[in-house]
């Protein structure tokens, strides 16, 4: 009685006491995901009051829920109606740090736009975007934003020694692309730049056949999303640029199509990589950690002095996590402590996997350094043993969201279809090692 609202919507959080974040960021994407359909475009979401959430961290989530479930994945639907909640406003509670919830709101009006944008790369199908397209988006989206960015192809991988990378390239049609996207903080006082460089390297296989070891046909249109480890450290590198922390980073996305051809490289073939080992080829579907063991090791030599990696890499790690949690592995303790951190703001799911002597020899080659696989058993860890060969003694975490990246079954708050997954973590780990702005 009394409302001014014309209608009103009332979405459960569950119990007070165990209130998170990652219940409002869903209950928002729920409220939108019900309007949208309903034709009704604006939404006042009703700030949950709580002891146990800071309003600040509810609002970022609010925001980017609202986000989350608003994209839908039928871009190329002719009766697409294009709906979309055209405003979405928050009530606070009287006495709330109105300044303070304006900047958590515009934060997440950045994060939110950047997930979907990765969404948007990722639901894109392998015809109507190759590796030189990703590059295009990618370019795009760098002169809006403001960052640095360049495109190369075959000359500059063969420039590069690239052999891991070119490999996988070399039986399609369509040319590769290494993509470089690079941020600079501003305002660097007291002289040149001594802090960090991190390095985001990302799978960019725009369509994943499997090559001359071809996957079985069923299913094999789901592989136009083997980019989605790319189309997340591209939604990152926006973020990052508009959030502006006080840290240095590259993006590299290693783009290409795998493809059986009278070119294709062949299971028993031996390539060299960059870094100078050589790498026997025993299935040619397993080429994201190809295009990444030369994009880690040209990310090392750009600088990086922290890598981090996101790949849909691996089966195992779905059979291994489920749709549940993305897999997550680190060579140091201390990267890893923070991307933990990471995740209790981020709400994203990842789970830590093992790395060990015993897995790395079950990589090893009889004719060169290494071989690209090492059976079925453990085939998530042994992809990421074959990455830690290229990262070397440099701080390190890889992420297989394999199993994440896409959507499976529609959720209230999702829609079926990519997800973004990865984008909000990488960006907080960033964010975690920005340098005090007394040390500027
Ligand atoms: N892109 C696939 C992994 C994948 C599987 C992503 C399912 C998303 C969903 C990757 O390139 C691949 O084919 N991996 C092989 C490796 C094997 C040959 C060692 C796999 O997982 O079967
Ligand atoms: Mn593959
Ligand atoms: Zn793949």
Same mark, same amino acid.
């Given at each position: 009685a009394g409302l001014a609202a014309n209608r009103l919507l009332i979405v459960g959080l569950g119990k007070s006491a165990k209130l998170t974040a990652d219940k409002v960021r869903n209950a928002a994407g729920t409220a939108v995901r019900f309007v949208k359909p309903r034709g009704i475009r604006e939404l006042v979401f009703a700030l949950p009051v709580s002891e146990l959430l800071p309003a600040a961290s509810c609002t970022r989530a609010a925001v980017e829920g609202a986000f989350v479930g608003d994209f839908d994945p039928d %871009?190329?639907? !002719?009766?697409?109606?294009? $709906?979309?909640?055209?405003?979405? /406003?928050? +009530? +606070?509670? +009287? =006495?709330a740090d109105r300044t303070a919830l304006e900047a958590a709101f515009a934060e997440a009006i950045i994060i939110g736009e950047s997930q979907n944008f990765t969404r948007s790369l990722v639901n894109e199908p392998g015809n109507k975007l190759t590796p030189t397209i990703l590059g295009q988006r990618a370019a795009q989206m760098a002169e809006k934003v403001g960052l640095n960015w360049r495109n190369y192809s075959t000359d500059k991988l063969h420039d590069l020694k690239m052999g891991a990378f070119w490999s996988v390239s070399q039986g399609s049609a369509e040319p590769p692309a290494l993509i470089v996207l690079r941020y600079e903080p501003e305002g660097v006082k007291d002289g040149p730049y001594t802090g960090p460089t991190l390095g985001l390297v990302g799978k960019g296989i725009t369509f994943d056949s499997g090559g001359i070891s071809i996957k079985p046909g069923e299913n094999m249109e789901k592989m136009k999303y083997d980019m989605a480890g790319g189309a997340a450290m591209i939604g990152a590198m926006r973020a990052i640029a508009l959030l502006k922390p006080r840290v240095r980073v590259i993006g590299i996305v290693c783009a290409a199509e795998n493809m059986p051809d009278g070119k294709a $490289?062949?299971? =028993?073939?031996? $390539? %060299?990589?960059? !870094? =100078?080992? /050589? #790498?026997? #080829? #025993?299935? %040619?579907? +397993?080429?994201g950690r190809l295009v990444l063991a030369d994009g880690l090791t040209y990310a090392r030599q750009l600088g990086a002095t922290h890598l981090i990696d996101a790949a849909t890499l691996t089966g195992a790690c779905v059979v291994a996590l489920g749709h549940v949690n993305a897999g997550a592995f680190s060579n140091d303790d201390e990267a890893w402590g923070k991307f933990d951190a990471a995740l209790t703001i981020s709400g994203e799911k990842f789970w830590r996997l093992p790395l060990g002597e015993e897995y790395a020899e079950m990589i090893k080659s009889e004719i060169g350094d290494i071989k690209n696989t090492g059976g079925r058993y453990g085939g998530a860890i042994t992809a990421a043993e074959f990455l830690k060969v290229f990262v070397e003694e440099t701080p390190w975490i890889h992420l297989d969201i394999a199993g994440l990246a896409w959507v499976e079954d529609s959720k209230p708050y999702i829609a079926k279809g990519p997800s973004g997954v990865a984008v909000r973590s990488i960006l907080e780990w960033v964010r975690s090692y920005q340098l005090l702005a007394t040390s500027f």
């Open positions: %871009t190329y639907r !002719s009766d697409r109606k294009d $709906q979309s909640v055209e405003s979405f /406003t928050l +009530a +606070a509670p +009287a =006495g $490289q062949k299971p =028993g073939d031996v $390539q %060299t990589a960059m !870094s =100078g080992k /050589t #790498i026997e #080829i #025993i299935n %040619t579907d +397993a080429e």
